[in-house]
């Protein structure tokens, strides 16, 4: 087989099989062959698409170019959720209690990243001494214990993958469906989950901005996970503005503990809700939606979703009091309101500006070496739809640099737009995705 002749084929047209994707993700990773030729490659899968088949042979193939997890030693149907971009997404630190208390087990494997604000494991070193630098016998004990564990990433998942994104990167090959669906679930597949539940979201803040892209990608990723044995499941949502109030790791991890007192705004409690059911769908926890929506709504309003929590930081080194006593949590410097500049209805809010205004602040990282400030990000205070006058507070900006501040201020302003009419409520929740088709 050579490099050449797979390019052609796919130049022309033509469908390949798994052997040939396989040779390429093979010699592509072991280097022999080279980017010229990758490049090349990617573009022709660009231009002439692949069928659901190569998608899947693709995927395993950069799946099973490093290490694939092993979570047999946990009891249960192990259930992870994956959600695609989005701004300040809380629904992690949220939905691992509440399934856990639910009784499904969460063994979640997490890393840093780059992003608007740190990734779950920045978020819950808000509680000082806090760590996923646990062994793996821990990690095993206290799922089976407390159903709930976050750890550091182990081992090398998806090396090819890693290669593949930055070629395509340089490359103009993102935006493929297939590229994009393959490279997702390669990294999943890899971290060792029974089953997986998409949060896909779609909007002006989200990876995809079209709802029909967005229910196309979910059902291409719901497809490869199906294929390869593991039942997959993708909740469409809407991404238009932020969800929750809160962007930032401290202020995440605050709104995290209302919501777990049934105190946290409704669309991010309504998310959680949805995933959560999906995933004790999955884990045989529940029957189905109605009996798995009641276990999450029991185990908030009974406290023991926040009791799970509280272990959970306890356990991994972490000062659980603060779930308890959240003012004792450090404060940014500047606390800054941001007051509407015109009369009427908030039309829109723009998520994507709202997490770069968060970046800016030093919520998140802008090179894997920067470091995070943990108190500082935004409150969004008016949400869209909601009517106010010129001098109403809009957000409130928590900041620890004067000038940061300023830019803050000046972004946050652009995000939001006004009307003077009444904004009819959008959706939150689009549809669920799952082996039978699509149920918008
Ligand atoms: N996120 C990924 O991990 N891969 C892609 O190709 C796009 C987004
Ligand atoms: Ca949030």
Redesign the pocket.
Known sequence: MNMYDIILKKRNGQILSKEEINHFVTGFTDGSIPDYQASAFMMALFFQKMNEEETVYLTEAMMNSGDVLDLSQIEGIKVDKHS??GVGDTTTLVLGPMVAAAGAPVAKMSGRGLGHTGGTVDKLESFPGFSVEITNDEFIKNVNEIKLSVSAQTGDLAPA?KKI?AL?DVTAT?DNMS??A???MS?KLASGADAIVLDVKTGSGA?MKELDDSFELAKIMVNIGNNMGRETVAVISNMDQPLGNMIGNILEVKEAIETLQGKGPEDLYELCLSLGAQMLILSKVAKDEEEAREKLEEVVNNGSALEIFKEFITRQGGNGDLIDHPDLFPKAKYIVEVKATNDGYIEHIEADEVGMSALELGAGRQTKDSVIDLSVGIELIKKVGDQVNIGDTIAIIHSNDEDKTKRSIERLLKAYSFSDEKIPSSKLIYGIVNKDGDFR
Request: hydrophobic share 40%; aromatic share 16%.
């Open positions: 695609t971009g993958d994104y395509r993102v590229l994009i393959s490279s997702i990294k990876f």
